[in-house]
């Protein structure tokens, strides 16, 4: 018998995890500490039955940490900023949670003077290289025990191996994979392994139950949502809860994400936001009005890559905390409402309301009237504004080549 070794699990109480629970105590005679990260994807009954079925496997200790608010500040609030959206799609809604459930974890395991932290990821996905690289970080004295991966097991496996040890769970596969969070819900099934095929409208955990369309308004203060119509919210993390309870009903939010994944295959997979995307457009619409031309540009090119960097895992890149500092600057006059629809199946963006809309009547109507030049003003502006592409037709006989070939 070799000595016990303390072990920190991220335990979701699926089957993976259940696997590991069972696998790490009786194979490798470990000490095991579980713990689960809501990233919003739980309620408080759903906890109660993963705490009692953890201790049915015999962990030595079971906590729960609510990571809502350490999920928000330290990544959602940037996703908004920087309305990043991976493929111009997809609003991040796992791969970002990743992150935060893989900190906790680490912290937790050194807390408690653990020797290794596991975890339920297979070696076909992008989960393992994002809880692999933060533990990596983190904590590299800690072992990483990932069994599942180690030992190449399917399903089929797991369930047998657990039934011979006399675990009692649902051990039928449901058909669509779930997976929830406050910043949206991804949805894995057959459809999403093919490339032609899409979603049944059943396979998504938000049915369609509201028809009739309605008008909202969102509130945001220096680039973060507060309000929702006229409720204010000191928390975003409210805020954000409030606008999915409204927009849910409308099935608002579906659709599929083609990408490709860390590990060099592509892949698809289903999710619905409805509060995510309604919050990342209405934002984006609220900086078109108060940001400069130059702002909004050089904020798209640094989401792009903020945004591809954080779903690969690399959330401690120190040039992830420079983009932030950027972001954040960008903020200080994001501040306004926005007017949104809400329709069955989508919604449009009405308008927007702000003290400091740069499309202000006092300086001008484009295409109509201006109040700040004159004509003689733009003849001068577009001469020297054209001066250096002038010059390089002319040096360059650029309109007489063409005058020849025509």
Known sequence: MTDTKKV??????????TYCAIYLKKE??????????????????????????????????FKCVDARNDY??????????GNVLKNDTYPLSVSAERIVQAIATAKFAKEIGAKAVAHGST???????????????MAPELEIITPIRDLKLSREAEIAYLKANGVEMNFEKAVYSINKGIWGTSVGGKET???????????????????????????????EIHGVNDEYFANPVEAILKLQELAGPYAIGRDIHVGDTIIGIKGRVGFEAAAPLIIIKAHHLLEKHTLTKWQLFWKDQMAAWYGNWLHEGQYFDPTMRDVEAFFTSTQKFVTGKV?????????????????????????????EMNNSWTGDDVKGFTKIFGNQTGIYFQVNQLGKERDEVD
């Open 123 to 137: 070696g076909a996905g992008n989960d393992q290289v994002r809880f692999d690289m933060v533990f990596q970080i």
């Open 72 to 81: 928000y500040q330290d990544v959602i609030k940037y996703l908004v900023f």
């Open 339 to 367: 007017f949104v629809k809400l329709l069955p199946y989508r919604f449009e963006l009405v308008g927007i309301e702000s003290k400091h809309d740069l499309m202000s009547t006092k300086f001008g109507s484009y295409g």
């Open 193 to 223: 392994l093919t490339s032609g095929t899409s979603l049944p409208e059943s396979a998504y955990p938000t049915q369609l139950t509201n028809h009739v369309g309605t008008d909202i308004t969102v509130t945001f203060e220096q680039g």
């Open 8 to 17: 920190v699990l991220a335990f979701s109480g699926g089957l993976d995890t």
């Open 28 to 61: 490798l005679n470990c000490e095991i500490h579980a713990i689960t990260i809501n990233t919003g994807g739980f309620s408080i009954e759903e906890i109660a039955r993963i705490e009692e079925h953890a201790y049915k496997l015999g962990v030595a200790s």
